[in-house]
């Protein structure tokens, strides 16, 4: 049983069908997929290879969940697995995992948004307590007011963070944006930098934990792939972002990402 096999009965299993002639109705029939019930029938048996339109109609029908699977299942099953070993390594390790992205996208809405102004920053970065009550009011968007923080919610009123609605905080942005280099002075950034490392003082858990992930790597790279890296790094900061809920569910769980990479100058390792 070859991988493409494997994969048309995993897709089997996940749309309710029983064999291959269920699954080829179910994905849409000759119209979909272009080729007829015999030939789907020989592929799905391993005993044919499929053609690249093949994966593209099936691309178009099955859930994203499924993308990577099915890219590596087709290349695999057109490949030498002892001459293309590093071509499936470098497929494999390289598609980032396939997931359905939620139905309503957290930052889609930029009606409400705002950047942290100087004073915010200033505040909570050297505030603990009151950072850690408005990254909560931040994630759910409302939260009861609890009696020992109604000093900490005053002062996040006062900053213009929050609205202190009879027994409620209720944030005052849909999303706050952190100023960066790109697009503030240097004092402003500087704060940013420094509301980025409290977040991650506040939350790391030093002891470790099986919830998060830090780690650290240190060595000599070249200049093309030190440029990699830092794509690589905001690219997965996009990703991430395109995954943000704008409805919670019952699976629904809030999640910190901090990402940091540098070139360092020989002045800053002495």
Request: some cysteine; hydrophobic content about 35%.
């Amino acid at each position: 049983m070859n991988k493409l096999n494997r994969f048309f009965n995993v897709l089997c299993d996940q749309l309710e069908c029983e064999n291959a002639s269920q699954l080829y109705s179910k994905l849409g029939g000759k119209d979909a997929l272009e080729i007829g019930l015999r030939q789907f029938q020989i592929i799905c048996a391993g005993k044919a290879k499929p053609t690249v339109g093949l994966l593209l109609t099936l691309l178009r029908n099955i859930k994203p969940d499924f993308y990577k699977e099915a890219i590596i299942a087709f290349f695999e099953s057109l490949s030498d697995p002892t001459k293309d070993k590093e071509i499936l390594t470098y497929l494999n390790d390289s598609l980032r995992p396939s997931t359905s992205p939620p139905i309503k996208k957290q930052w889609l809405a930029t009606k409400n948004e705002l950047f942290y102004s100087e004073s915010q920053l200033n505040f909570l970065k050297s505030n603990p307590e009151a950072l850690r009550l408005h990254q909560r009011v931040l994630f759910y968007e409302s939260v009861e007011l609890n009696f020992n923080e109604k000093n900490v919610a005053s002062e996040l009123e006062k900053y213009g963070l929050v609205k202190i609605i009879e027994n409620k905080l209720v944030c005052t942005g849909t999303s706050f944006r952190i100023p960066t280099e790109l697009n503030s002075p240097p004092r402003i950034t500087r704060l940013s930098s420094e509301y980025i490392v409290e977040c991650l003082r506040n939350f790391l858990s030093f002891e470790g934990s099986t919830n998060q992930k830090f780690d650290m790597v240190t060595q000599f790279v070249s200049k093309k792939n030190a440029d990699y890296i830092f794509n690589e790094l905001m690219g997965l900061k996009e990703y991430i972002r395109s995954l943000g809920q704008a409805e919670q569910s019952d699976d629904s769980i809030p999640i910190i990402y901090i990402g940091f990479s540098k070139l360092l100058l020989k002045g800053e390792l002495k």
